[in-house]
C-alpha cells in the first residue's frame, strides 16, 4: 500500500514539474504605470440623488412592548392635554359672548364624552398589554425554575464544524 501511494505521489510531482518546466518564459517587460491624475480624473465623485437617498434612508426600528406602552401613556396624556385647551377655547369664546350659554355647555360636554372616551380606550389598551408582559415575565421565570439543578444544558457552539457534535 505504501508502495502505491510513494509512486503516486512521484508521479504527481513529475506531471507538476514537467508543466512547470513547459511553460514559456516571461519576459521582464517594465510597463510604465498611467499617472494618477488621469485615474482620478475618470473616477470623479457626482453627486447622484438616487444614491444619497438610499443612503440617507433609515429604516424604522419595529417597536417593542415597552414602546408601545410607553406611547399609550403618552396618548393619553395628550387627550387630557387637548381636552383642558378645547375647554379653555370654549369658556373664552362664551366669556366673550360668541356663542351662548348653552351652546358652550353643549361643546363642553361633548368634548368631555369624547375625551373620556378615548382616554378609556388608551387605558384598556395600556392595561391589557402591561398584562400581557407581566404574564410573559411570569412564565419566562417559570421555565427557568422548572430546569432542574441537576439537569445539563448542552448547546454546540455555532462555529463547531457538524461533525464535531
Excluded: C
Excluded at 521582464?28 to 482620478?40: E, G, M, Y
Excluded at 434612508?57 to 410607553?70: A, H, N, T, Y
Amino acid at each position: 500500500m505504501k508502495v502505491r501511494q510513494i509512486t503516486l505521489v512521484i508521479v504527481t510531482l513529475g506531471t507538476l514539474w514537467h508543466s512547470a518546466v513547459g511553460q514559456p518564459k516571461k519576459s521582464k517587460i517594465q510597463v510604465d504605470a498611467p499617472a494618477l491624475d488621469i485615474i482620478l480624473v475618470g473616477g470623479s465623485m457626482q453627486s447622484d440623488p438616487v444614491i444619497s437617498d438610499l443612503s440617507a434612508f433609515r429604516p424604522e426600528m419595529p417597536l417593542g412592548p415597552s414602546d408601545v406602552l410607553k406611547s399609550y401613556e403618552i396618548g393619553m396624556s395628550l387627550v387630557a392635554d387637548k381636552t383642558a385647551n378645547d375647554f379653555a377655547v370654549i369658556v373664552h369664546t362664551q366669556q366673550a359672548n360668541q356663542i351662548t350659554r348653552e351652546r358652550a355647555e353643549y361643546l363642553l360636554q361633548q368634548r368631555y364624552q369624547i375625551a373620556m372616551m378615548q382616554y378609556q380606550v388608551l387605558s384598556s389598551l395600556h392595561d391589557v398589554l402591561k398584562h400581557d408582559i407581566d404574564e410573559a415575565i411570569v412564565q419566562s421565570k417559570r421555565s427557568l425554575n422548572t430546569a432542574g439543578s441537576d439537569e445539563v444544558l448542552m448547546v454546540p457552539l455555532p462555529i463547531s464544524p457538524p461533525g464535531s457534535r
